[in-house]
């Protein structure tokens, strides 16, 4: 890599079409303009922390790592409908460059897609970034739970326990996978936080199973 190249300019050209996918000016898949406008953050997310549940649940942390808007809206959106598979391996970079956690973690993990929305979309863009994070970390990746119901967008749904209810049962867990996971520490990822019910179930079901502690990695959140 030429020296003077900061390290996502050498990998967006790399993978990347000819325009920014951004604002569609000729250059990388994010232009040096665009990349300046990600807002990066660290944050607890306050909406993931209402009462309610056990203690490893509620001494988990959660790391939302960027602000959903512009540049990387418009990434996300790319990345997951326009089949823009290897921008996967560009985000995993910038959540590697610019997350806070200390990865010391057993295994990486990530929200799965329902077969049927799998099919639709060609691959889960979760699993795509995790894979990339765990080569980067060293930390095993693990295909730990199943969804097993389909349901369409929630956002519109403003009562906490209606949100929480519909997404009871959604994921399931092999049996070998609960041998695996006892006792041990996972870092859960989910590429987009809407209100955080999805991501909760995930995590109950794997404390639940017996892992001592499952941490949140959010790519984005619209807060
Ligand atoms: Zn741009």
Request: one cysteine or more.
């Amino acid at each position: 890599m030429p020296i003077a190249m900061h390290w996502y300019e050498y990998l967006i050209e790399l993978i990347s079409p000819s325009f920014c996918l951004s604002c569609h000016r000729l250059s990388p898949a994010l232009c040096v303009d665009c990349y300046h406008g990600l807002e990066f953050y660290y944050q607890k997310d306050s909406s993931l922390e209402e009462g309610g549940r056990d203690d490893a649940a509620s001494n988990s942390k959660v790391e939302i790592v960027c602000r959903l808007h512009g540049p990387l809206a418009k990434l996300l959106k790319a990345y997951k409908y326009q089949h823009a598979k290897n921008l996967g391996v560009f985000l995993a970079h910038l959540i590697f460059q610019h997350a806070h956690l200390t990865p010391h973690y057993d295994f990486l993990a990530y929200i799965p897609l329902h077969p049927l929305k799998l099919r639709q979309r060609g691959f889960n863009q979760c699993q795509v970034i995790t894979q990339a994070l765990g080569e980067l970390w060293q930390i095993p990746v693990v295909d730990l739970l199943k969804r097993t119901t389909y349901l369409s967008p929630q956002a519109q749904i403003e009562d906490r326990q209606e949100r929480k209810s519909r997404v009871k049962g959604i994921f399931a867990l092999d049996e070998q996978v609960k041998n695996l996971i006892r006792g041990k520490r996972i870092l859960l990822f989910d590429d987009v936080l809407t209100t955080g019910a999805t991501w909760r179930e995930a995590q109950s079901v794997l404390l639940t199973a017996g892992a001592t502690t499952v941490d949140g990695l959010i790519l984005a959140s619209k807060k």
